[in-house]
């Protein structure tokens, strides 16, 4: 970008779409009452009570976190025990930011926390994706910090993981997710409202070579890391980006992509809800919800507290 588009970025542009933004969220007032709601959320991660004692096999969980994040992190996870009633043996992925800080309270709730650092991770993806072989996912990992919900997770690695997006609570059993963890045999994914995958689906299946699957959301997302092919994974990468642009949701693109033509256990939408509305967004009446766009408001102001008083 140039510096006089730069300078009109920042002087008007990012300005207009700043009051877009808070027009959009109903006025300064509710922005506030949100960004209070956030603020007690991650004050109350610290002092959350250590999960009760749990018998069984451990639940590995995987997630991708960081200094913005690491309190959701920490209701998802904390949610997640209460009502599975299992322990749980978590594995944070590192975003580059995740200081002691922010690690230390994750570890109080959960002593058997794994914490993968950005150095080594970086290490594994040299080895496993180098740059001279795989130039555009690694370039678009590190512009797209989305991406890394499969390269980081997966690349130089075998076996079965279950991903999870950080906002995301949980209010009953888990059953559908712990019944997979338990005994996976093919992928699981989530169930989104609408296709969000930043590009056409004429040109997702001809990339495919057959019908890509439709509402495909990552939030929810089981794996088999030896199963991804990453030369396609890279053909794919590069050849959405010279053909359509870079995208938000590209992410959701490559994993509908991978999943082309195969049978996938998809949590029930009505008990594991994609952008919660009311009454629902009040009630809390599923086993799980993901906050995504505008049910951010019920999240930060509303829900988590619903969800530590939910016996």
Aim: proline share 8%; net charge positive; glycine share 6%.
């Amino acid at each position: 970008m140039s510096l006089a588009g730069q300078l009109a970025y920042q002087l008007v542009h990012r300005p207009l779409g700043y009051v877009r933004s808070v027009a959009d969220a109903g006025g300064p007032l509710e922005v506030w009452r949100t960004a209070r709601g956030r603020a007690a959320m991650e004050a109350a991660a610290y002092t959350l009570p250590l999960p009760a004692p749990a018998t069984g096999a451990p639940v590995e969980l995987h997630f991708l976190t960081g200094r913005r994040y690491w309190y959701q992190t920490a209701f998802c996870l904390w949610t997640f025990a209460r009502h599975a009633r299992r322990p749980l043996a978590p594995v944070i992925l590192d975003d580059g930011t995740l200081t002691e800080k922010f690690r230390a309270p994750l570890r109080r709730l959960f002593p058997n926390t794994r914490f993968l650092t950005d150095a080594d991770i970086t290490a594994r993806l040299d080895a496993a994706l180098p740059a001279a072989r795989f130039p555009t996912l690694r370039a678009r990992r590190t512009s797209f910090p989305l991406l890394r919900k499969i390269t980081d997770l997966h690349a130089g690695l075998s076996g079965w993981k279950l991903f999870l997006d950080s906002d995301l609570l949980f209010f009953a059993e888990p059953r559908f997710l712990l019944d997979w963890h338990d005994a996976p045999s093919i992928p699981l994914r989530g169930e989104d409202i609408e296709n969000a995958y930043g590009y056409p689906l004429a040109l997702l299946d001809e990339l495919a070579g057959q019908r890509v699957s439709e509402r495909v959301n990552t939030g929810t997302l089981g794996l088999r890391s030896d199963e991804i092919d990453w030369e396609r994974m890279e053909f794919w990468c590069r050849e959405l980006q010279a053909r359509a642009g870079t995208h938000y949701y590209q992410e959701q693109a490559l994993v509908a992509l991978h999943l082309a033509g195969r049978a996938c256990a998809v949590p029930p939408p009505a008990d594991h809800v994609l952008l919660p509305r009311s009454p629902e967004s009040v009630e809390c009446r599923a086993v799980m919800h993901h906050y995504v766009a505008d049910s951010k408001p019920a999240y930060f102001r509303h829900c988590w507290r619903v969800a530590l008083q939910r016996p």
